[in-house]
């Protein structure tokens, strides 16, 4: 069974930092590409960044960068979302998701797996 499992979520202030981290279990981690997502109330979940299966690719939503980095360690089978100069307008659920594959390619949607979610609250 595959479980991901998010934390680092809480209650930030505006230009401070959050690290979100994702445990991966029940999968070849090297095997899946990963993504983080997030989401508001009344609006569908949306990209935020995704890497290739062995972190040799790795793109973000136009609202993020230069501002969040993602990266993996295939060894732990975790994935992170470091997350620099916060804005109100990235208070959200923090998804991660992995998509089984043997492509090095990055993944925007069609992932296989999700986490539950953690909440990121930035104040203004």
């Known amino acids: 069974q595959v479980q991901l499992v998010e934390s680092g979520g809480g209650l930030v202030q505006a230009g401070g930092s959050v690290r979100l981290s994702c445990a991966a279990s029940?999968?070849?981690?090297?095997?899946?590409?990963m993504g983080w997502f997030r989401q508001t109330p009344g609006t569908e979940r949306e990209f935020v960044a995704g890497?290739?299966?062995?972190?040799?690719?790795?793109d973000y939503a136009d609202s993020v960068k230069g501002r969040f980095a993602i990266s993996r360690d295939n060894a732990n089978s975790a994935v992170y979302l470091q997350m620099n100069s916060l804005k109100p307008e990235d208070t959200a659920v923090y998804y991660c998701?992995?998509?089984?594959?043997?492509?090095?390619?990055?993944?925007?949607?069609?992932?296989?797996?999700w986490g539950h979610g953690t909440q990121v609250t930035v104040s203004s």
């Open positions: 029940g999968l070849t981690f090297r095997l899946a590409a």
């Open positions: 890497i290739s299966r062995i972190g040799s690719n790795t």
């Open positions: 998701a992995a998509k089984s594959t043997i492509s090095g390619r990055i993944y925007y949607n069609s992932y296989d797996y």
